[in-house]
């Protein structure tokens, strides 16, 4: 079974632009998170999605980012424009709709870096 | 705004003896507390989760869990090379985790 598949691995912007990261869950996993961690900072909760709703996106830093998840599989995560305080690892997670909140699967996350 | 305290390390240990990381929590009323493990470049993986006070064994990993002090421990004996690794501490509510910053381990061997 595959796992959580993130694309791309890395990515080096320059300030101002655009940039859209890619999360592919494990197949039937409805619960899809994003986190992220800031260079020598802890990981940090985004958002949380319940196949293509959002249920909880407290954690999003500000209106430059932007999550959807269409359909309910993959989802993306733009950042428009990017800043260079948003430079780091993103990760996302999933995991079943009844599973327990320890069963999340991590990929292997985007390292983005904004110069 | 829950937190979760970690030595960031390095931890250093030599092959086969115990290395101790620990962690401390700002929220009482957290309930869940897991440690992962991440090696560099990939994605953090669950060794252990603890929900009740007390102490949890899992072959050679121990997490011990105190409330009352808001502490919560693992221990890795007969640590081996290939237990080098940052390990993360974390804590739950709900659906949400809160993550330290993370201990480097480096077993000498």
């Known amino acids: 079974e595959a796992g959580v598949t993130q694309f791309p691995s890395h990515s080096v912007i320059e300030k101002g632009q655009t940039v859209t990261l890619r999360c592919d869950p494990i197949?039937?996993?409805?619960?899809l998170y994003w986190y992220r961690r800031v260079m020598g900072k802890e990981i940090k909760f985004l958002l949380h999605f319940v196949k293509e709703s959002k249920q909880d996106e407290s954690g999003m830093p500000n209106n430059r980012f932007l999550a959807e998840r269409t359909g309910g599989t993959y989802s993306t995560l733009k950042v428009q424009p990017a800043e260079l305080e948003d430079s780091g690892v993103y990760f996302c997670a999933s995991s079943l709709l009844t599973a327990p909140a320890y069963e999340q699967y991590f990929g292997p996350g985007t390292r983005l870096t904004v110069t | 705004q829950k937190e979760v305290e970690q030595n960031s390390g390095p931890l250093s240990v030599p092959e086969g003896a115990i290395a101790s990381l620990n962690c401390t929590y700002s929220?009482?009323?957290?309930?869940?507390f897991f440690w992962y493990r991440q090696y560099s470049g990939k994605s953090p993986e669950l060794i252990m989760f603890i929900y009740s006070n007390g102490d949890k064994e899992d072959g050679r990993f121990t997490a011990q869990l105190n409330k009352a002090s808001q502490y919560v421990s693992l221990l890795i004996r007969d640590s081996q090379p290939s237990d080098s690794a940052t390990y993360l501490c974390a804590l739950n509510t709900g659906n949400q985790f809160y993550f330290g910053t993370g201990t480097s381990l480096t077993v000498i061997p």
């Open positions: 197949s039937g996993h409805d619960n």
């Open positions: 929220d009482r009323g957290s309930q869940s």
